[in-house]
Nanobody, 115 residues
């Protein structure tokens, strides 16, 4: 099993930056991908960014240029750097680990952007 704990959310003014963390523990060697999702108020969770075991990254078009996903293998932690925050980035951000035959979710971290 894999356990994920997100942190780094908070209240920030528009134009600011945040770095979200996703700390993994347990069977981390089985993780093939870690993905960041966000759930806007009243909406379903939507994919934001992905990083593979080998470090390949991908982003949805709407966040390219402002979001950066990265990893620190020594700390078993994946980060999501968010720059130039906008009020529409307000959401609960979740990380998800993809392992063979299943996936694991963290509990989420709230990001609130004030205008």
């Amino acid at each position: 099993q894999v356990q994920l704990v997100e942190s780094g959310g908070g209240l920030v003014q528009a134009g600011g930056s945040l770095r979200l963390s996703c700390a993994a523990s347990g069977s981390t060697a089985s993780i093939n991908f870690i993905r960041w999702y966000r759930q806007l108020p009243g909406n379903q969770r939507g994919l934001v960014a992905t990083i593979s075991r080998g470090g390949t990254t991908s982003y949805v078009d709407s966040v390219k240029g402002r979001f950066t996903i990265s990893r620190d293998n020594a700390k078993n932690t994946v980060y999501l750097q968010i720059n130039t925050l906008k009020p529409e980035d307000t959401a609960v951000y979740y990380c998800m680990a993809v392992v063979p035959r299943t996936q694991y979710w963290g509990q989420g971290t709230q990001v609130t952007v004030s205008s």
